[in-house]
């Protein structure tokens, strides 16, 4: 098993000294982020689909191996509400095709005031092309039933763990044969970082959960003064000592922060 590790976008300037050399320019950064991580989340196209050359434009920079997961836009989660999902996810994934090779995830994440409707969820999975990868986050606590983890299973889909706090806010479903994993804010000093302990407990509950051959995609949420890269590192070393692969990170052999 794979733990694909990486962070929530990479253009953040309070990240420059903690992964960028404070001379290098900030249109090198995505070249720089990729030399360090294997894979990175994209939210770009949440808040505007970038046009097609821009997804092509990140494929020819990044190395061969990278992947980069795409957060599907608010438009169909948070205005449409995940109805009549054809055109958006079809002008999506025409946009996104042009990353080829390190086309990665596609992450659905739903709004908190969207309670879950098995039919809907349904609808809109199966408008992706086979062989997509497709990610939901929920955060209705209404979502959490028998009949929507049969939708997901179903469709192919993984359930997306999500952590804030620095503990599950989602159940701990495994939907299908790959999973994902985003940390959104721990309680460890100086805020939003996480602590050993629970970095320590989330590598073991992928490893518990999860066959040697799954990749488990696994994206820190908490950018604010570079949390979510010392956090990366540290986690990458709490795989380690379960035994399981996980791509590179920041600070090679070095103990993390």
């Known amino acids: 098993m794979t733990v694909v590790l990486g962070t929530s976008g990479w253009q953040y300037k309070d990240w420059r000294g903690v992964l960028y050399p404070p001379d ?70 025409a946009h996104a095709a042009c990353l080829g090779p390190r086309l990665g995830p596609v992450l659905l994440q739903l709004p908190p005031t969207l309670h879950a409707d098995a039919g ?16 939901v986050e929920p955060r209705h606590d209404s979502w959490w039933t028998a009949g929507i983890r049969t939708v997901l299973e179903r469709r192919g889909a993984a359930l997306c763990w999500a952590d804030r706090g620095s503990r599950p806010v989602t159940p701990l479903w495994r939907t299908t044969d790959w999973g994902y994993l985003r940390f959104h804010e721990g309680r460890a000093a100086p805020w939003p970082r996480y602590g050993r ?46 035994g399981r692969s996980v791509t590179r990170a920041p600070g090679g052999d070095r103990p993390p922060p």
């Open 197 to 242: 302990q629970a970095l320590a407990s989330w590598a073991r509950r992928i490893a518990d959960a999860w066959p040697d051959r799954a990749d488990v995609y696994t994206y820190f949420n908490n950018d604010p003064g570079g949390a979510a890269v010392l956090d990366a590192a540290r986690f990458a070393r709490a795989v380690a000592a379960t």
């Open 120 to 135: 809907l969820l349904d609808d809109c999975l199966g408008c992706f092309p086979v062989g997509t990868r497709v990610a």
């Open 24 to 93: 290098r320019p900030q249109r090198l950064w995505l070249e720089e982020y990729a030399r360090q991580f294997a894979t990175v989340e994209s939210n770009a196209a949440f808040y505007r689909l970038p046009e097609e050359k821009t997804f092509a434009d990140w494929r020819d920079r990044t190395p061969d191996g990278f992947v980069m997961a795409v957060k599907a836009s608010r438009y169909l989660t948070h205005i449409k509400r995940l109805r009549a999902p054809e055109e958006p996810v079809a002008r999506l994934m």
